[in-house]
């Protein structure tokens, strides 16, 4: 079976490892992280991930610009994209995140398997 690719894109270096590592420890994900958003939309065309998640805020290029950028490209808009954010509380994660503008928010302090379950829902 193909593993589903992830991209992450979060400027915290340390908080994107661990996550990577989380994640490949399910053994069903290949993960790739980008520290950089303004090198964000480049590398999703180069790995063709099949989730983003995507730190809100960044310096230099947020989050936002980075999903817009996404949208409008014709080979990723279709690409989902949750946003991970230190803002969402535990109790917004239990009832599967909060969806603002078409999308999802999880909060970086969510479980392991609340992220899991958050990829299951994104990747179908």
Same mark, same amino acid.
């Given at each position: 079976?193909?593993?589903?690719? @992830?991209?992450?894109? %979060? =400027? %915290?270096?340390?908080?994107?490892?661990?996550?990577?590592?989380?994640? /490949?420890?399910?053994?069903?994900? =290949? @993960?790739?992280? /980008?520290?950089?958003?303004?090198?964000?939309?480049?590398?999703?065309?180069?790995?063709?991930?099949?989730?983003?998640?995507? =730190? $809100?805020?960044?310096?230099? $290029?947020?989050?936002? %610009?980075?999903?817009?950028?996404?949208?409008?490209?014709? /080979?990723?808009?279709? &690409?989902?994209? $949750?946003?991970?954010?230190?803002?969402?509380?535990?109790?917004?994660? $239990?009832?599967?995140?909060? &969806?603002?503008?078409?999308?999802?928010? &999880?909060?970086?302090?969510?479980?392991?398997?609340?992220?899991?379950?958050?990829? /299951?829902?994104? &990747?179908?």
């Amino acid at each position: 079976m193909e593993k589903k690719r @992830i991209l992450v894109v %979060d =400027d %915290d270096r340390s908080f994107s490892r661990m996550l990577k590592l989380n994640l /490949e420890s399910a053994g069903a994900y =290949d @993960i790739r992280i /980008e520290n950089a958003g303004a090198r964000a939309v480049a590398t999703a065309r180069e790995f063709r991930p099949h989730l983003i998640f995507l =730190d $809100v805020i960044m310096p230099e $290029v947020d989050g936002g %610009d980075v999903a817009a950028q996404l949208k409008e490209d014709a /080979e990723l808009k279709e &690409i989902p994209v $949750v946003f991970l954010t230190a803002l969402v509380s535990g109790q917004e994660n $239990v009832v599967g995140g909060l &969806i603002r503008s078409g999308y999802r928010f &999880i909060g970086k302090l969510a479980s392991e398997k609340e992220i899991l379950q958050c990829i /299951e829902e994104n &990747i179908r």
